[in-house]
Structures are given as structure tokens and as C-alpha cells.
């Protein structure tokens, strides 16, 4: 979209990865969801943005995008917290196999 660079979205999504350094495909494709829901939501913030004008407020396109952004927001935190449950699981299990 006009005003993305998809440079900013690779950044995000390599951050992630770095931040969470996944283990496995599932793990990725989490991460990739993250990126994507955050990246998503953000936009639906601007296009909220616009929704105000000197001329008032577009009601019905600022509550499309307040319920694009709360779609997008709860992808992002079911990926996170789905991903954080996985590696608490695989650590648990790291730890019963070194015992």
C-alpha cells in the first residue's frame, strides 16, 4: 500500500525471529503470523487516522478499521501466546530428557 515499505515489513518479521528464535516450522509460521497481524493492524490504525477530516468523522469506515485493527491485534497475541506455550513445552520436555 502506498506509505508501506516492504523493507519495514522484513525488519519486523526478522526481528522476530531473532527475538524468538524458532525451533521448528510450526514455530516460524507463528512468527510469520505475528508479523503479519502486527503489520496489519498498524495499518488498520492509519486508515483510522483518515477516517477524521475537517469535514467530521467517517463512522462507518472508522468502525470497518477499529474492527480490522481488534481482528488483526487478537491474531497477533493467539500466535504469541500459542508460540510461548510451544517453547515452554519443548523446554520442559529438554529438561525431562537430560534427567
Given at each position: 500500500?502506498?506509505?508501506?515499505?516492504?523493507?519495514?515489513?522484513?525488519?519486523?518479521?526478522?526481528?522476530?525471529?531473532?527475538?524468538?528464535?524458532?525451533?521448528?516450522?510450526?514455530?516460524?509460521?507463528?512468527?510469520?503470523?505475528?508479523?503479519?497481524?502486527?503489520?496489519?493492524?498498524?495499518?488498520?490504525?492509519?486508515?483510522?487516522?483518515?477516517?477524521?477530516?475537517?469535514?467530521?468523522?467517517?463512522a462507518?469506515?472508522?468502525?470497518?478499521?477499529?474492527?480490522?485493527?481488534?481482528?488483526?491485534?487478537?491474531?497477533?497475541?493467539?500466535?504469541?501466546?500459542t508460540?510461548?506455550?510451544?517453547?515452554?513445552?519443548?523446554?520442559?520436555?529438554?529438561?525431562?530428557?537430560?534427567?
Amino acid at each position: 500500500m502506498p506509505g508501506e515499505d516492504p523493507a519495514d515489513f522484513e525488519a519486523l518479521r526478522n526481528a522476530l525471529f531473532e527475538e524468538h528464535e524458532p525451533a521448528n516450522t510450526t514455530e516460524e509460521l507463528l512468527i510469520n503470523e505475528m508479523a503479519q497481524s502486527y503489520w496489519l493492524s498498524q495499518r488498520a490504525l492509519r486508515l483510522q487516522n483518515e477516517c477524521f477530516t475537517s469535514d467530521g468523522v467517517d463512522a462507518k469506515r472508522l468502525s470497518l478499521f477499529l474492527r480490522y485493527y481488534t481482528t488483526h491485534e487478537r491474531a497477533f497475541h493467539k500466535a504469541l501466546n500459542t508460540l510461548l506455550k510451544l517453547k515452554k513445552e519443548r523446554a520442559r520436555g529438554d529438561r525431562k530428557s537430560v534427567v
